[in-house]
């Protein structure tokens, strides 16, 4: 079978080229997903932890006059 297929990818490379394409914009497509994803869960993560977090105390400085 593979004979056969080098046999035509001879005669005419186009559709094996179209598919080497098509694999690149699909794999450019994953990759592009996969960062703004990965961005969105960080923000949604960063919000989050603003959201939860607790005002620190504020602690005043005792002064003592000599």
Same mark, same amino acid.
């Given at each position: *079978? =593979? %004979?056969?297929?080098?046999?035509? *990818?001879?005669?005419? +490379? $186009? +559709?094996?080229?179209?598919?080497? =394409?098509?694999? #690149?914009? #699909?794999?450019?497509? $994953? #990759?592009? $997903? =996969? $960062?703004?994803?990965?961005?969105?869960?960080? *923000?949604?993560?960063?919000?989050? =932890?603003?959201? %939860? &977090?607790? +005002?620190? +105390?504020?602690?005043?400085? &005792?002064? %003592? #006059?000599?």
């Amino acid at each position: *079978m =593979s %004979t056969l297929l080098f046999a035509l *990818m001879r005669e005419n +490379p $186009l +559709p094996g080229l179209a598919a080497a =394409s098509l694999n #690149v914009i #699909v794999a450019l497509c $994953l #990759v592009a $997903l =996969s $960062l703004l994803l990965g961005i969105t869960i960080a *923000m949604i993560a960063w919000a989050h =932890s603003l959201a %939860t &977090r607790e +005002p620190a +105390p504020v602690r005043l400085q &005792r002064r %003592t #006059v000599a």
